[in-house]
């Protein structure tokens, strides 16, 4: 595992979490970070469980026709990034 890898998760889930960025900003340094396609192992099924979130989150409004498991908004968003960070200081 890529310690220096899973710790830039870390890091970037505890500013989102402690509000230091936008959940927009958040979706973009995430996705930034997944694509350098390191090998998490260990961290992996942590990590991509949080990538579906930041691929389903929308910062629009949801319309009485969307469906709810295809769209999260930001406090789903904030769940999954907690539940991620709490399975990454575990693997350390």
């Given at each position: ?13 505890e ?5 230091s960025i ?35 989150f ?15 908004n930001?406090?789903r ?16």
């Amino acid at each position: 595992m890529n310690i220096e890898y899973v710790q830039s998760f870390i890091e970037l889930i505890e500013k989102f979490l402690a509000k230091s960025i936008t959940a927009l900003e958040f979706e973009k340094q995430f996705l930034t970070l997944w694509h350098k396609d390191e090998r998490l192992l260990e961290a992996y099924n942590s990590v991509e469980n949080l990538f579906f979130s930041v691929d389903q989150f929308t910062d629009l409004p949801l319309e009485p026709e969307d469906d709810p498991d295809d769209y999260i908004n930001e406090d789903r968003l904030r769940e999954s990034a907690a539940k991620t960070l709490e399975e990454l200081r575990a693997l350390k």
